[in-house]
């Protein structure tokens, strides 16, 4: 890039020897000892400037040569510190400070929000404050459609709407309001109730459609058929009770259609297979909405639609958040997309979706959650607690060492470890949480496989790794290499009768409720396609591939690498689990999650 200038939104000060940039996470930096020439070209960069030019400073002021000066813009650079001047469009500014603080390509944000086409079923409490963001924030052209007219009470919540316009079509007044706001944005109208015609014949052609009205019951079918011929996406948005309801959003070909999680909702989990739930016998129901919280969804709702307007990820994708709007406790419910469905089955992704469905990472969930509020932290941690027994000068291998805990708990003991793992960034986590009086004794290595040590550790752990493997034996050969003959070889595996199963659940205002286990196939084994859940048992994690092997297959493995079984523990969560982590203790202390197996090696002449 030919010109820099540091990012605009990242505040500079020096506090002490420290440079700060920015404040928190992922644009928070902190440069320790920095020189006085790097605070001045901070400075300097506070403008855009040439880069040549920001050499030349880099040079003359601070002895660089131009080959280190190079090196240091683009360190600069890569940070995410400096990079190219963010387009100063008068209107549109704020907006384009904030892409780029995110991620979003904010020097094309505008032409793609401008070339858009979104539509809003139902222009009520969520969908006439959608309209509003999304008109503010330059999207080309809305179509609003709703039969419905002004009343007194939607003024709670309705702020396009005032007493002067009470009477009169919803979605002629909003129009009129939204080219008031942005004149460079075209507003349709269509001033009908939902019908299956309505979204082939106006809302064919858009990008997204904003799906904030609840009725007819059909609603929910005809968009999804219709976004399917299409290839539209569509965002459902409402509430429930005294919840706020963003998602799905269905992006065809990409994420589960309306028909691969229809008979998944509140109602249908109470019934058998093939019934369908009957009338609602209160004909005196009626809604209570509330103004605050149609504005927390429609925020939530017109934050996703620009987001995937602008090719980035949306957390809505395939997924139903929810927000309690007592406590503002936010949980999710994942809905995969099933390769059997009928209806969506054979379609193709579109290209335009390719980057909206988060792409979550095991180690993305290990580095928010593996410390404190995870089921390994809560039940396995405190059982290696027990089975570590190493002191100073003894050698530990941690196989499999993800972010280190067992490596930071060996090492507080005393002991030399080494954690191997193959993710890079694994290690990079083990690093960045390791105390300093600790870091002689910890060694770490990366690779495809593990370097070969012979007879060299007192103590080897090996936790949750062995699922991850189409084949066990390579792996519990190299233990018994690795371990000495009067040694100790922990290994830990999901237990195959938890991982043979699954939930059946149900959520009750804002918290899983776990009723039972379904077993049906504990001796099938070979590879399974499992979803993780988050501490708060939301699914964060979609698809991930692991091996279901039986207790006997363990056990039999275990004996050919040369070991004795002298141990085997269930761990269960401590007591105090039940009310710092409800969730996990709803699961664990019923379910055994984790098999643990102490182990010695045979040794020649052994007769035990």
């Not at 949306?314 to 949980?331: E, I, N, Q």
């Not at 752990?461 to 390579?474: E, F, G, Q, T």
Request: one cysteine or more; charged letters at 20%; aromatic letters at 6%.
């Amino acid at each position: 890039m030919d010109t820099l200038q540091l990012k605009p939104y990242l505040e500079a000060r020096r506090l002490g020897n420290t440079l700060r940039i920015g404040h928190l996470p992922p644009n928070g930096t902190e440069i320790l000892d920095a020189p006085d020439f790097l605070a001045e070209l901070i400075t300097l960069l506070s403008a855009p400037v040439k880069r040549d030019n920001a050499v030349t400073h880099l040079t003359s002021t601070a002895g660089l040569s131009e080959e280190g000066a190079e090196d240091l813009l683009d360190q600069l650079t890569e940070a995410g510190i400096v990079g190219s001047p963010i387009p100063d469009d008068s209107r549109y500014a704020r907006h384009l400070l904030y892409y780029d603080m995110t991620g979003l390509p904010a020097g094309t944000a505008q032409h793609s929000l401008a070339s858009a086409k979104v539509g809003v079923v139902g222009t009520g409490g969520i969908g006439s404050n959608v309209a509003t963001l999304l008109a503010a924030a330059g999207v080309g052209h809305l179509v609003l459609t709703d039969g419905d007219h002004i009343e007194l009470s939607n003024l709670t919540r309705q702020f396009l709407y005032d007493e002067e316009t009470v009477g009169r079509p919803k979605v002629e007044v909003a129009a009129e309001r939204l080219r008031r706001l942005n004149s460079t944005v075209q507003v349709s109208t269509v001033p009908e109730p939902a019908s299956p015609a309505l979204f082939d014949e106006h809302l064919a052609d858009c990008d997204l459609v904003v799906l904030s009205a609840d009725s007819p019951d059909e609603l929910h079918e005809w968009i999804d058929a219709a976004a399917r011929k299409h290839s539209f996406g569509y965002l459902a948005a409402g509430y429930l009770e005294s919840f706020g309801s963003v998602g799905p959003l269905v992006l065809p070909g990409t994420t589960a259609c309306y028909e691969c999680f229809r008979h998944s909702g509140e109602l249908e989990q109470y019934l058998e297979p093939g019934e369908t739930p009957g009338p609602n016998l209160n004909l005196g129901m009626q809604a209570g909405s509330y103004g605050p919280l149609n504005v927390i969804v429609a925020a939530m709702a017109a934050n996703e639609v620009l987001r995937s307007l602008l090719g980035g990820d949306c957390c809505s994708a395939g997924t139903r958040l929810m927000v309690d709007s007592r406590s503002y406790r936010l949980h999710s419910e994942h809905f995969p997309r099933r390769a059997d469905c009928l209806a969506c089955g054979d379609q193709k992704p579109d290209p335009r979706w390719q980057g909206a469905v988060p792409q979550v990472e095991l180690e993305d969930l290990y580095e928010s959650d593996r410390a404190e509020a995870s089921l390994n932290s809560v039940v396995l941690d405190p059982l290696m607690a027990e089975l570590i027994h190493v002191g100073p000068g003894m050698r530990a291998l941690d196989y499999g060492c993800g972010t280190g805990e067992q490596v930071r708990m060996i090492a507080a003991r005393g002991a030399n470890v080494v954690g191997f793992d193959r993710s890079a960034r694994m290690l990079e986590l083990l690093q960045v949480a390791l105390p300093t009086e600790f870091a002689n004794r910890v060694t770490t290595v990366t690779g495809d496989r593990l370097p070969e040590y012979t007879a060299e550790f007192d103590l080897v752990v090996c936790n949750n790794v062995l699922d991850h493997v189409a084949d066990p034996d390579p792996v519990l050969a190299q233990l018994r290499r690795a371990v000495r003959d009067d040694g100790t070889v922990l290994v830990t595996v999901p237990h195959p009768v938890k991982d043979g199963a699954s939930w059946n659940r149900r959520n009750v205002r804002g918290q899983w409720q776990y009723e039972d286990l379904r077993l049906e196939q504990y001796f099938t084994e070979g590879p399974v396609t499992k979803h993780r859940e988050g501490p708060g048992g939301d699914i964060v994690m979609e698809a991930m591939t692991t091996h279901h092997r039986t207790v006997q297959t363990y056990v039999a493995a275990i004996l050919r690498a040369g070991f004795y079984i002298t141990g085997l523990h269930e761990p269960q969560p401590p007591a105090e689990a039940a009310a710092t982590h409800p969730e996990i203790w709803a699961k664990a202390s019923r379910v055994p999650y984790f098999l643990t197996f102490v182990l010695s090696p045979q040794t020649t002449g052994d007769r035990r």
